[in-house]
C-alpha cells in the first residue's frame, strides 16, 4: 500500500512514519493491488489529531481520531478503520456468496455488526430559494446540525452544516 503523510502543524518523525507504514501494510490483505493511504497528523491546541483515509478501486474508509499521543492515536484509528473494510467486505461477500467469515483480523478482536440500522422517518420538502445567511439563520433557529436548501444565488442545492468545531461547512451539489 502506498502510504502518504502530511503534516499540518505537527512535525512527523521517521519512527511515526515507519510504525504507521507497518501498521498499515497489515491491512494490505484486504486490498489488491492499487489501495493507498493518506495520513494527515496536525496539532491543535496541545490535542494531537491523526486522519487516516484509505483508498481502493473507488472505495473511501476513514478514521479521524484526536488525543494527547499521536502513538496512542494510531491504535485508536487502525481498528476504526479495519472495522469499515470488515463491514463492507463481508457484506459483498453476503451478497455474492451467501456468507463467509474472514478470520484473522489485525486490530479488532471480533467481527463487527453488518446490520445497518433501518430507515425510520422520511420527511418531504419543497425547496425554496433562499439565501447562504438566511440558511445560516434557519439552522441556528431549528436547532439542526444540518440544513438541506436551494441557494438563490447559484442555484444549487446546497446542505449548510455545523462543524464539530462550531464553524459551518458547506456542501454543493451538482446534479
Do not use: W
Not at 481498528?79 to 463491514?87: F, G, H, T, W
Amino acid at each position: 500500500m502506498k502510504v502518504e503523510f502530511i503534516e499540518n502543524k505537527y512535525k512527523i518523525a521517521k519512527r511515526f512514519k515507519d510504525v504507521m507504514t507497518e501498521k498499515l501494510s497489515r491491512l494490505d490483505k484486504y486490498f489488491g493491488e492499487g489501495a493507498s493511504a493518506r495520513v494527515v497528523c496536525s496539532e491543535q491546541n496541545k490535542n494531537q489529531k491523526l486522519e487516516v483515509t484509505i483508498t481502493n478501486k473507488g472505495l473511501l474508509y476513514r478514521s479521524e481520531v484526536s488525543g494527547q499521543n499521536m502513538y496512542d492515536n494510531i491504535d485508536l484509528a487502525l481498528p476504526k478503520l479495519e472495522k469499515q473494510i470488515v463491514r463492507n467486505r463481508e457484506k459483498l461477500q453476503q451478497k455474492k456468496r451467501g456468507g463467509t467469515k474472514v478470520v484473522g483480523f489485525e486490530f479488532l478482536d471480533e467481527l463487527p455488526d453488518l446490520k445497518l440500522p433501518d430507515i425510520y422517518k422520511k420527511k418531504t420538502f419543497d425547496l425554496e430559494p433562499i439565501l447562504l445567511e438566511d440558511a445560516k439563520d434557519a439552522i441556528e433557529r431549528l436547532g439542526h446540525t444540518f440544513y438541506i436548501f436551494l441557494n438563490a444565488e447559484t442555484g444549487k442545492v446546497n446542505v449548510i452544516y455545523r462543524r464539530n468545531d462550531g464553524k459551518f461547512g458547506l456542501i454543493e451539489v451538482n446534479f
